[in-house]
């Protein structure tokens, strides 16, 4: 599933939450720029945030994908 630039952040903790044991949801990398910013600690930032929700995040150079881990 890939998700689109109007998303917002609650929208897209609640997509993260309602997905099952080892599905994916890809993030434009112009969406997880505008989300979780361009500086040095978005990593950090995008790390947490996935391993809030119970994932892991893959960085590539055009998207972000989540899988679910637990």
Do not use: W
Not at 8 to 25: C, D, E
Request: overall charge positive; hydrophobic content about 40%; proline content about 1%.
């Amino acid at each position: 599933m890939t998700l689109h630039h109007t998303l917002s952040l609650p929208g897209l903790q609640s997509r993260l939450n309602a997905l099952r044991i080892g599905k994916q949801l890809t993030l434009a990398y112009s969406d997880y720029c505008r989300l979780f910013g361009t500086d040095d600690m978005a990593l950090d930032r995008i790390n947490h945030f996935a391993v809030g929700h119970g994932c892991t995040a893959e960085i590539r150079l055009a998207s972000v994908t989540f899988k679910k881990m637990r």
